[in-house]
């Protein structure tokens, strides 16, 4: 993760050099990301806070390193860390050997919510291609 110097606001030029693009990189990535939508002071250049510096990390991260398309990272990104949470959990919860107890009916819904998660992502990647 680069440098981040500890500033309450940061220009857009600041953000450029932290986060790795350039400025229209940025301003096309507010068009797309709803969840990013940096203030702008009063002579109207934008204002970027800490929090909006780690979304955009975020998304830079699954754009370029990940290898999502613009809608599969928003789709990742409105899913949010609770989904995440839910999948490191059962990843966690898998033993090789250990027999498998009978799905519980929310269980089984939840499962069926991963499986279909899953499946966008597969979907995404050959889009891609």
């Not at 096309?28 to 990301?33: A, K, P, R, S, V």
């Not at 409105?78 to 990843?91: C, L, P």
């Amino acid at each position: 993760m680069p440098f981040v110097p500890q500033k309450l606001y940061y220009r857009i030029g600041d953000v450029c050099r932290i986060v790795g693009v350039e400025a229209y990189v940025l301003r096309y990535w507010e068009t797309e990301f709803p969840s990013l939508a940096p203030r702008k002071n009063k002579a109207g250049q934008r204002t970027y806070r800490p929090k909006d510096i780690e979304l955009l990390l975020m998304i830079r991260k699954l754009l370029y390193e990940d290898g999502f398309t613009i809608a599969g990272a928003r789709k990742q990104l409105a899913r949010g860390s609770k989904a995440e949470a839910e999948r490191e959990a059962a990843k966690r919860s898998t033993i090789p050997g250990a027999t498998a107890k009978p799905a519980k009916p929310a269980a089984s819904g939840q499962r069926l919510n991963q499986v279909r998660e899953e499946l966008e992502n597969i979907l995404t990647l050959l889009e891609r291609e």
